[in-house]
Structure formats: structure tokens, C-alpha cells
């Protein structure tokens, strides 16, 4: 099992940057695909990022493509997401989660974490 814990939420003018972490905890960070997921009210809580075990692999939902990054440090068991140049249509609760397999579909994903408000002003 790993235990997950998002940070770096907050308020932002449009245009502006955050950078989310997701803190893991437990076995074998390495094993597992991160992704990052974001729910805005009244919508589906869609996928905005994943990576690879080693990195060598991401994908990027087409509206984050080009303004966000995914990363991961396996040997300080986190994950982390840029944000740069956000929108005020960025706005959401934003969710770190893991898998095994590499992978977008949310059913996929086992562990979540609490998630972190991100708030876009125009």
C-alpha cells in the first residue's frame, strides 16, 4: 500500500504558477505509475497528468498540454506537478493517485489522496 498526501494548493492570478506535491508513504514508490487527476464542481474528476515508474514515459490531457509538467523523485517518494500559465478554467480540487499499470483510466488508479484546492482568478 502507499499512502499519498497532496500540498501546494491556492489562490493564483491567471497566468501565474503552483507547484503540487504529493508526498508518498509506504513500500515501493518506485512500483507505482503517479497520476494527477482534478475535479472541478459539478464535473467528472478527469485525468491531467501521469508518469512512467522511471520517468520515461508521461502523458498530458490536451487542455494541460504545453503549460503543466509531471515529475517524480522515487528517492524522496514524491511526485510533483508545474503548473505554469494557469487559467482561471484550471480552477479544481486537484488529486495525486497511483497504479500499477501505466495507465489514464481512473479506475486503474488504487490509492488517492486528499486532494488541494487549486483557484485560478481572472
Known amino acids: 500500500q502507499v499512502q499519498l498526501v497532496e500540498s501546494g494548493g491556492g489562490l493564483v492570478q491567471a497566468g501565474g504558477s503552483l507547484r503540487l506535491s504529493c508526498a508518498a508513504s509506504?513500500?515501493?514508490?518506485?512500483?507505482?505509475?503517479m497520476g494527477w487527476f482534478r475535479q472541478a464542481p459539478g464535473r467528472e474528476r478527469d485525468i491531467v497528468a501521469s508518469?512512467?515508474?522511471?520517468?520515461?514515459?508521461?502523458y498530458y490531457a490536451d487542455a494541460v498540454k504545453g503549460r503543466f509538467t509531471i515529475s517524480r523523485d522515487n528517492a524522496n517518494n514524491t511526485a510533483y506537478l508545474q503548473m505554469n500559465s494557469l487559467k482561471p478554467e484550471d480552477t479544481a480540487v486537484y488529486y495525486c493517485a497511483a497504479s500499477k499499470t501505466l495507465t489514464t483510466r481512473i479506475a486503474d488508479y488504487a490509492y488517492w489522496g486528499q486532494g488541494t484546492q487549486v483557484t485560478v482568478s481572472s
Open positions: 508518469v512512467s515508474w522511471s520517468s520515461t514515459r508521461t
Open positions: 509506504g513500500r515501493a514508490f518506485g512500483s507505482y505509475v
